[in-house]
C-alpha cells in the first residue's frame, strides 16, 4: 500500500511495532520539536532557552496510511517524550476538531495524561498502558508525559473532525502540568498560574 492510499480504502491490517512505535504499513511521520511549541509553556524564556540549546523533538505522530477524509477513520502513535520546561512536563500543542467530533486514545506505553478542556471546564484522565481515553466532541484535548519514559498512545480519529491549533492559544487548556519541586509529583494547576509561581500538592 501505498504512503496515502487513496478512498474508498480496502480492508487491511496495520502492524504494531511495540519497541520504536512504528506501524506497517506507516504513512505520513510527524516531528514535533520544541520550536514548534510557541507560545505554549507557561514560562516562555525558560521555552526559548531549550530551543536555542538543541531545540529537542518533543513528540512524534506516526500516521497510518489512512487518510483524513470523511466518513474514514485515520490512526497515529503519538510518543512523547520526557522533558520538563520550567517545571511543566513535555506535551504536544493540543487542538480542537473544527467540525466537533469525538475521538479514542489508547495508552500502549510509559504514563501520560490526557488534558481535556471544553472552554469553561477541564478535565485530567490518567493514561497509562491499556487505558482507553475518550475525547467528547467538543472538548479540545492536550497529551502530556507525566513519567520518565517515553509516553506513547494510539489515537483513532474521524477523517473530518479536523485540526484548530489556533483554539488552544486563543483559549488555553484550562490546567497545567507540572512537576511539583517539592514532591515530585504532578501539580495540576490553574492555567493562568504564573511560571514557577503554583501551589504544590496533588490535584
Ligand atoms: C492526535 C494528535 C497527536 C498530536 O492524533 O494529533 O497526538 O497532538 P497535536 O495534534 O495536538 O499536536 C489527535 O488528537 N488527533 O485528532
Ligand atoms: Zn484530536
Do not use: C
Request: glycine letters at 12%.
Amino acid at each position: 500500500m501505498s504512503i496515502s492510499a487513496t478512498p474508498p480504502i480496502q480492508p487491511f491490517a496495520i502492524t504494531f511495532g511495540a519497541d520504536n512505535a512504528t506501524l506497517e504499513p506507516q504513512g505520513q511521520v510527524l516531528t514535533r520539536r520544541m520550536s514548534d511549541l510557541e507560545g505554549l509553556f507557561a514560562d516562555a524564556d525558560a521555552w526559548a532557552r531549550a530551543v536555542a540549546d538543541g531545540d529537542p523533538v518533543v513528540y512524534t505522530v506516526v500516521s497510518s496510511p489512512v487518510p483524513e477524509v470523511p466518513r474514514e477513520l485515520p490512526q497515529s502513535i503519538t510518543t512523547i517524550q520526557p522533558g520538563l520546561t520550567a517545571g511543566e512536563f513535555w506535551m504536544t500543542k493540543g487542538h480542537q476538531h473544527p467540525d466537533p467530533q469525538g475521538e479514542i486514545y489508547l495508552g500502549l506505553a510509559g504514563h501520560g495524561g490526557l488534558l481535556l478542556f471544553d472552554g469553561e471546564r477541564a478535565e485530567w484522565l490518567d493514561m497509562s498502558p491499556g487505558v482507553i481515553g475518550y475525547i467528547p466532541p467538543g472538548w479540545a484535548h492536550r497529551s502530556v508525559n507525566v513519567g520518565d519514559e517515553p509516553y506513547k498512545f494510539l489515537a483513532v480519529y474521524p477523517g473530518s473532525a479536523g485540526h484548530d491549533y489556533g483554539w488552544v492559544l486563543e483559549h488555553g487548556m484550562g490546567l497545567r502540568a507540572r512537576r511539583a519541586a517539592d514532591s515530585g509529583d504532578l501539580d495540576l494547576v490553574p492555567f493562568g498560574t504564573p511560571a514557577g509561581r503554583h501551589r504544590t500538592g496533588k490535584p
